[in-house]
């Protein structure tokens, strides 16, 4: 992941966010990804619902730190392996990655929400006092069916709020919005957002 660049779709977002912060106009981006291209491509306001890969938690202090270490630790070079039935790379514990904050040296894990674990709380808020006050909501490439992201937009378009949905196909939501731009986001997206129409557009 971190040999990945922003596409087109990412650059046009954080775009936006340098043209309208002059006017004293918010864009936030509300994502479920974890790659961080947003931040790369330059976007500021970010919520990242499910974390980000290049950061660590202390699993006994807490701390929160970035780390684009490739790979994190020595002892997991070469040991990267996505596939569910991969045999344990058996690394020693004392060569796993430890907190740097004074005499704690409890083990790191990457700062995301794994499958099974919640949300935290403070992001998810953060994020629904955002949808709550925004006056229009972009909903770009997810299918809009993992719970709570799915139900955000939603309940936008319910406000009354224009609701425009970037995607290659149709999704279950489709329906609740007022607009829907089929096709590739980073083909779509650069055009709708380009320089001169957001200019007179309500955001
Ligand atoms: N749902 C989660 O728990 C979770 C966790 C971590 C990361 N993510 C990431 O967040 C994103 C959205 O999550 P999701 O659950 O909706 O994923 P998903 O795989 O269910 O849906 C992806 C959606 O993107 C659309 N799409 C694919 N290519 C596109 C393109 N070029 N332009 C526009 N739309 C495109 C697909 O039609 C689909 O509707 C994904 O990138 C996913 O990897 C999701
Ligand atoms: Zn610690």
Redesign the pocket.
Known sequence: MASKYPNP?HTAIADLEKRLKPQGRRVVVV????DGLHKAAGSENIIEL?GNLFVTRCTKCGDVCQNKDSPICPALAGKGEPNPGAVDAKVPIEQLPTCKQDNCKGLLRPH??W?GENLDTKVLKNAEEELSKCDLCLV???????YP?AMFAPQVAKRGVPVAE????E?PATSSFGFMFK????ENLPIALADGHSQQATV
């Open positions: 779709a994502t479920q990804n974890i499910h995301v929400v499958f770009v490439g997810t299918s809009s069916v993992v992201a970037f995607n290659i196909e999704t096709g590739p986001a980073g």
